[in-house]
């Protein structure tokens, strides 16, 4: 048995047909045994509150995309712009974030402590993708607004359902979100 955890970016309801009977990965076929739903609209994950630290744990190799160059790190601007440009995508307008509250949260993050490895990942019989696997602790600077703390918050919710960085519809970057210690 395998349990897979997808995450749906649109607001409301699931796509027609959801779940299949079937799904196919490969040539091989399998049957959908369970299915189960935790809804996180958008506006449940902006207003859950302010956040000023968060670990995340790398389930899937993390790395981003920069001018046809792979950084396999968990680079917290990266991490945060990553975030911002897809939750702008699929959030309600209403929702959306403003540049100028990521850029402030940009400037206010930072990496609090790292462990992990790259991993090679085949993506063809030729050719591998290097990836972070492992956990970071990110974490604002005292003197961040509550805005700030505020959007920090509902992004890092937000990465458990969208995964940071490339590649993440591949099911790179996936993530768990948990409390600090």
Known sequence: MTLW?????????LPEGWPPRMVRFGPCELRVTGFDVDPWPFARLASAGPTRRVRLR???PLFFSRSGRDLPLPEPVLIVRSLWTRWNIYAPAALAIDEGIVRELADAVFLDSVSGASR???????????????SAELRLLKTASVTVAD??????????IAGIGALTTHGFGA????PTV
Request: neutral net charge.
């Open 58 to 60: 790398m389930i899937t």
């Open 5 to 13: 955890r997808l995450g749906w970016l649109r607001d409301g309801e």
């Open 120 to 134: 090679q990942v085949p993506l063809t019989e030729q050719v591998r993708q290097v990836g972070f696997v492992g």
């Open 151 to 160: 959007v920090f918050g509902a992004l890092s919710r937000f990465a458990a």
């Open 175 to 178: 993530v768990e979100v948990g």
